[in-house]
């Protein structure tokens, strides 16, 4: 009988457990998504992706975001994930804690109820004190270690950098407040790296970039494929870049630059998107140095169409690496590159503008800081003070422009001049520099520019308000000895040492000269005679010599854009219009009795001035307005002259009246007038010359005995030849005697022909020359 109702009892627990099997499988399958066929099927958790971006998922599979950025979906496998395990609380965090909430609590009380700052508690405690890193002494030892330790934040800043990005704060506080956040996030969470995907996704990207907004299209939609040049195109513009760019504009560094445009070439995927903004400046630089027959010729398309494309695809491609919050220095060059090449074919306003942003950016990735001081390897820091030179440059120039200071003084930065050195000489990754070669290199002619430069600087800048004694209010004495120092200096340190015979190192020595000049004409400016601020009447002999001055400093400069020589970088010269010289020889214009000086001196400004106001691009800087006025008196007072004469005015040359006991500064003025370079500089622009200066360049005949060396102002009775060998510094290639017998349809030739001084080499043909260095690439 027991076991009956042993056997019921079993039976019927069995039942109860089947009949609650199923309802339990009845409520599941309920519950279940994938036993409706309907229902998209959701999981649980969100993807990996989407948890390690912190977006939010939909939980399908695979999920919408990861559709969109084109990327594999991964769920997490079921079940809950398993719980850290509690920790105690941790002593050192908790300290910190209580150090960061004493800081605030200090900091509060330093601000009165109006939200002013205490001036005697703004200064009085380090934050590294307040923070506990450092123990207050009461030894003398310690307290001059702290105040140079403070000194050095105070000056240098923290500068982060990461492999070709960098950031830059110069705050003390929030250097400091920067530190011992990170150390905290470490103490939390050792496994987090920095890392991690900015971007959470590609409709978020594209909702998110609106720099394109500078450049007036929006160009996130934009595919930039279609815009770069094919790979054999690519080839041509690299090699015109290196010829008729890199030498006079130093910012890349050649190898480094040649690998990324091979990658271009073989893959335009495997380049990033500052690599991409890179790639179109350097096409649009070498678009720009060519002449239109060159374009044609090389590119098979028209040089205005190519200027619009690659103008267009560099600001597309600086837009889309996100230029304005980038921090890779790669975009900066881009940027500078653009800026430097839109001078050319732009109006200088836009240079203007958009050369505060790159040197805010270049501030706000540390370049005005020496990379010495923040212990950054050999190339990195050459390359970043050669960036900031070259924006450096970019600011004198449009400040000159637009008649005003530059936009910071030499105080504001300390980032060294870029040493001697080739290309050759540095790599990526060196640990230690190199010994700094004595003489000309690759790098002579912008080192030339940069030390004049920051002489400029410091020679015209004048800050407002009181202070200590600036160069601009030295008398006019001191001035022109500061000019005769630099100018020595620059002798002795690059000039004495560059062959004549190579045209970078002849530009470099001319380049110095026109500026030095220009700098002695302003310390000589009518009103620096003046005690109240007014114009008053210049000594005669002054005058004179400024005149003269004014119109040698138009000439050679028309001769750099012009000359056969120097015509591979015209387009360089052409964006610096000497405003200063060709004022005052106008106003002389207006003033002088008909004579040959004025002769001279409105065939010089004509050949500037006629060729700048046919172009309407040259026209709206902020001082063409009074210059135009001024030109029109002076094209009145010319014709009321001849109408006068009614004779056509002889050529003659201008020579210095001798002076008792020239300054050095006066013989350096000289230099241009004895000189049988100024003789044929004379020709160049005389309409009658036997030797039209577009055919023979200077005029000068290799026959004749005499010959001008620009790198000390004297002369010889013998002219030389000279074979210029190939070298990184661009200054030619191996010519042969067959070379020298060129074509006159020979659209490309960039030969040199008889020049100033032992110039009097003529090169290989342009197109014979890409064939020859074909050969190395393909």
Not at 314 to 335: I, K, P, V
Not at 535 to 542: A, C, Q, R, V, Y
Not at 663 to 677: C, G, H, I, K, L
């Amino acid at each position: 009988m027991s076991q009956s109702v042993d056997e019921d009892a079993q039976s019927g627990a069995e039942a109860s457990i089947t009949d609650s099997g199923m309802v339990a499988a009845q409520a599941a399958t309920d519950n279940d998504p994938t036993s409706n066929p309907s229902a998209p099927r959701l999981n649980p958790r969100s993807c990996v992706t989407c948890r390690r971006r912190k977006v939010r998922c939909n939980k399908e599979n695979p999920c919408a975001n990861c559709i969109r950025a084109g990327i594999e979906c991964v769920f997490p496998g079921p079940g809950r994930a398993p719980r850290k395990p509690r920790k105690p609380p941790d002593a050192e965090l908790l300290a910190r804690l209580r150090r960061l909430e004493g800081v605030v609590h200090s900091l509060g009380a330093q601000v009165d109820e109006n939200g002013i700052v205490s001036p005697t508690a703004a200064g009085s405690t380090d934050i590294r004190a307040r923070f506990g890193d450092v123990q207050p002494s009461d030894s003398p030892a310690s307290d001059r270690s702290e105040s140079k330790r403070q000194s050095i934040d105070k000056h240098l800043g923290r500068l982060v950098i990461s492999e070709d990005r960098s950031r830059y704060v110069n705050n003390a506080f929030w250097t400091g407040m920067s530190d011992e956040i990170a150390e905290m996030r470490d103490l939390l969470d050792p496994s987090s790296t920095d890392d991690e995907d900015e971007i959470l996704s590609p409709e978020t990207d594209r909702q998110s970039n609106h720099q394109a907004f500078l450049f007036g299209y929006s160009s996130v939609m934009q595919d930039l494929r279609e815009l770069h040049p094919t790979p054999s195109q690519i080839f041509i513009l690299w090699e015109v870049f290196k010829e008729n760019v890199d030498p006079v504009v130093r910012i890349l560094h050649r190898p480094t630059a040649r690998t990324i445009l091979m990658n271009a070439a073989s893959s335009i995927d495997r380049v990033s998107k500052p690599a991409e903004a890179l790639l179109f400046a350097i096409y649009f630089g070498a678009v720009v140095s060519l002449t239109p027959e060159q374009c044609q010729q090389l590119l098979d398309e028209d040089k205005q169409s190519l200027i619009k494309k690659y103008r267009f695809a560099t600001e597309q491609a600086l837009a889309r690496a996100d230029f304005l919050n980038s921090s890779s220095l790669m975009c900066l060059q881009a940027l500078s590159f653009f800026l430097i090449f839109v001078r050319h074919c732009d109006d200088s306003r836009l240079v203007w503008a958009l050369g505060g942003l790159a040197m805010h950016l270049a501030q706000s990735l540390g370049i005005h800081r020496d990379g010495t001081h923040f212990g950054l390897n050999p190339f990195d820091t050459e390359m970043r003070r050669r960036l900031w030179w070259q924006i450096s440059l970019l600011d004198n120039r449009a400040a000159e422009d637009h008649g005003v200071d530059p936009s910071f003084s030499h105080e504001f930065y300390d980032t060294q001049v870029p040493a001697n050195l080739n290309d050759d000489d540095i790599y990526p990754g060196m640990k230690f520099w190199p010994a700094e070669r004595v003489g000309a290199t690759e790098m002579t002619f912008c080192l030339i520019r940069y030390e004049i430069s920051a002489f400029s600087r410091r020679f015209s800048f004048s800050a407002p308000g009181p202070g200590t004694k600036q160069v601009p209010d030295l008398s006019l004495e001191e001035k022109e000895r500061l000019i005769d120092e630099c100018h020595r200096r620059l002798e002795e340190k690059y000039l004495r040492h560059c062959d004549m015979n190579t045209p970078i190192y002849w530009v470099a020595a001319t380049v110095a000269r026109l500026i030095l000049a220009k700098m002695w004409l302003m310390v000589h400016h009518p009103r620096a005679y003046s005690n109240n601020n007014e114009p008053s009447p210049m000594p005669p002999e002054i005058r004179d010599r400024v005149f003269i001055t004014s119109v040698e400093v138009i000439e050679f400069s028309h001769l750099l854009e012009k000359n056969e020589n120097t015509a591979k970088w015209g387009w360089l010269f052409r964006t610096y219009m000497q405003w200063q010289s060709v004022a005052f020889a106008l106003s002389e214009i207006c003033v002088r009795p008909p004579g040959p000086d004025v002769d001279r001196a409105w065939r010089a400004v004509e050949s500037v001035y006629g060729q700048r106001m046919m172009n309407s691009k040259y026209q709206k800087g902020m001082l063409w307005k009074p210059l135009r006025h001024l030109m029109a008196r002076a094209k009145a007072r010319r014709a009321e002259q001849q109408a006068q004469s009614n004779q056509v005015p002889q050529k003659q040359e201008i020579i210095f009246a001798d002076m008792a006991n020239p300054t050095p500064m006066e013989r350096f003025v000289q230099d241009y007038s004895v000189s049988a370079a100024n003789a044929n500089a004379m020709e160049a622009f005389d309409p009658t010359s036997e030797q039209p200066y577009n055919n023979t360049g200077l005029g000068l005949d290799p026959r004749v005995p005499e010959s001008f060396h620009a790198a000390t102002g004297s002369t010889t009775r013998e002219s030389s030849h000279a074979i210029m060998q190939d070298d990184p510094s661009g200054a030619g290639v191996n010519w042969t005697p067959e070379h020298m017998a060129i074509g006159s349809n020979d659209i490309l030739d960039f030969g040199w022909s008889p020049s100033v001084g032992d110039f009097t080499v003529r090169s290989e043909p342009f197109q014979r020359y890409f064939v020859t260095i074909q050969e190395n690439w393909f």
